[in-house]
């Protein structure tokens, strides 16, 4: 809640009577009026599959992160469990071949995403599993909708994104999350979810998800970069000049059926979490999005700054904000941290 701007401002001659350096002398003090705290369960692990069996692959634009095969996901899977994550998200790098321009391999019931969410939910139940809605993973230019004429069509694609919920919902899948930015697919995907029985699955939506160049290594690794090319996703990505127009999007998204909104990319729009929680009071997520993760390895590796220290400063930094949890590819570091794991 934001505060009178009279308790900010004390009125002169309170020191030396108020010192605020007290409450910092000890560590005991410290933890004692910390206001807020990351814990485990506040993460969310991004986590990228691709085929084969026993399959690793280093994504070489994002240190220590893999493309798994579903046999190896599942083990990581099992990893987010036993560490206290509440909940992974499943990204396919699917194979070149399988790519389409309107993406269909998206509405396949079998697809790499649905053979995965299944394996994982078949081995760890009580783990939540989360799939982005998009077709971007699937289509041949890397766009999120159907290209027609060179534009991202809304309303076609939104029939299409309904499909895609369909088969996650389907496959297990707990967390249906639109990240397409179509207008009006909050609203189309929950009444194609209660439709067929899947009134339990809940929506997160990626509802201020900027334009932003900070996605790139993130597009390496789902292999959606080369067919975007020197493409942009302005057109139905937000403008990163805008914030008044981020609540309208939650706004909406919040009165089509969405049960948790994010923000999106993180660390650079912190001030769209605090507006977007103080203004709604939903449960809020920020995605600290692949660039923002490779920039803290990329300073860290060159011995600039303290990673994990880096790391566990800005987890923390959006729980101050406002966020209820942060869409982490830190996540299993940071658990090994909290849970105080070598
Ligand atoms: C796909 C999608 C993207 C991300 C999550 N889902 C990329 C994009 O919109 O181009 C980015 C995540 C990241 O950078 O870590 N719609």
Same mark, same amino acid.
């Given at each position: 809640?934001?505060?009178?701007?009279?308790?900010?401002?004390?009125?002169?001659?309170?020191?030396?009577?108020?010192?605020?350096?007290?409450?910092?002398?000890?560590?005991?003090?410290?933890?004692?009026?910390?206001?807020?705290?990351?814990?485990?369960?506040?993460?969310?692990?991004?986590?990228?599959?691709?085929?084969?069996?026993?399959?690793?692959?280093?994504?070489?634009?994002?240190?220590?992160?893999?493309?798994?095969?579903?046999?190896?996901?599942?083990?990581?899977?099992?990893?987010?469990?036993?560490?206290?994550?509440?909940?992974?998200?499943?990204?396919?790098?699917?194979?070149?071949?399988?790519?389409?321009?309107?993406?269909?391999?998206?509405?396949?019931?079998?697809?790499?995403?649905?053979?995965?969410?299944?394996?994982?939910?078949?081995?760890?139940?009580?783990?939540?599993?989360?799939?982005?809605?998009?077709?971007?993973?699937?289509?041949?230019?890397?766009?999120?909708?159907?290209?027609?004429?060179?534009?991202?069509?809304?309303?076609?694609?939104?029939?299409?994104?309904?499909?895609?919920?369909?088969?996650?919902?389907?496959?297990?899948?707990?967390?249906?999350?639109?990240?397409?930015?179509?207008?009006?697919?909050?609203?189309?995907?929950?009444?194609?979810?209660?439709?067929?029985?899947?009134?339990?699955?809940?929506?997160?939506?990626?509802?201020?998800?900027?334009?932003?160049?900070?996605?790139?290594?993130?597009?390496?690794?789902?292999?959606?970069?080369?067919?975007?090319?020197?493409?942009?996703?302005?057109?139905?990505?937000?403008?990163?000049?805008?914030?008044?127009?981020?609540?309208?999007?939650?706004?909406?998204?919040?009165?089509?059926?969405?049960?948790?909104?994010?923000?999106?990319?993180?660390?650079? *729009?912190?001030?769209?979490?605090?507006?977007?929680?103080?203004?709604?009071?939903?449960?809020? *997520?920020?995605?600290?999005?692949?660039?923002?993760?490779?920039?803290?390895?990329?300073?860290?590796?060159?011995?600039?700054?303290?990673?994990?220290?880096?790391?566990?400063?800005?987890?923390?930094?959006?729980?101050?904000?406002?966020?209820?949890?942060?869409?982490? *590819?830190?996540?299993?570091?940071?658990?090994?941290?909290?849970?105080?794991?070598?």
């Amino acid at each position: 809640m934001t505060r009178p701007l009279s308790s900010q401002f004390p009125p002169l001659g309170a020191f030396p009577r108020t010192r605020l350096r007290r409450n910092r002398r000890d560590a005991w003090s410290r933890r004692l009026v910390a206001e807020r705290q990351l814990s485990t369960a506040d993460l969310i692990w991004p986590l990228f599959v691709h085929d084969g069996t026993d399959r690793r692959q280093q994504v070489p634009s994002m240190p220590k992160v893999e493309r798994l095969s579903v046999d190896l996901l599942v083990g990581a899977a099992g990893e987010a469990k036993a560490a206290g994550i509440p909940l992974i998200a499943i990204f396919p790098a699917i194979d070149d071949r399988l790519k389409t321009p309107d993406g269909e391999e998206a509405v396949n019931v079998d697809n790499l995403v649905c053979r995965a969410v299944k394996a994982v939910k078949d081995a760890h139940p009580d783990l939540g599993v989360m799939c982005d809605v998009a077709l971007d993973p699937f289509t041949t230019h890397g766009h999120d909708g159907l290209l027609r004429e060179g534009y991202v069509v809304n309303d076609e694609t939104v029939q299409v994104l309904c499909e895609q919920a369909l088969v996650q919902a389907a496959a297990g899948c707990d967390v249906i999350a639109p990240s397409d930015m179509m207008d009006g697919r909050v609203k189309a995907i929950r009444e194609a979810l209660d439709a067929n029985g899947y009134e339990a699955v809940r929506i997160m939506a990626y509802a201020a998800k900027y334009a932003s160049a900070f996605y790139a290594p993130f597009r390496d690794a789902v292999g959606s970069a080369s067919s975007l090319g020197q493409g942009d996703k302005k057109t139905y990505q937000m403008d990163p000049a805008n914030s008044d127009e981020a609540l309208r999007e939650v706004a909406f998204d919040i009165a089509e059926g969405a049960d948790m909104v994010m923000v999106k990319p993180g660390t650079p *729009y912190l001030d769209v979490v605090r507006r977007v929680k103080d203004a709604f009071g939903v449960p809020t *997520y920020a995605y600290q999005v692949s660039g923002e993760y490779s920039m803290i390895h990329a300073a860290a590796e060159r011995g600039w700054i303290d990673g994990p220290r880096i790391m566990m400063e800005m987890l923390l930094g959006f729980k101050r904000a406002g966020a209820d949890g942060v869409l982490t *590819y830190f996540a299993r570091e940071a658990a090994r941290l909290l849970n105080g794991d070598k």
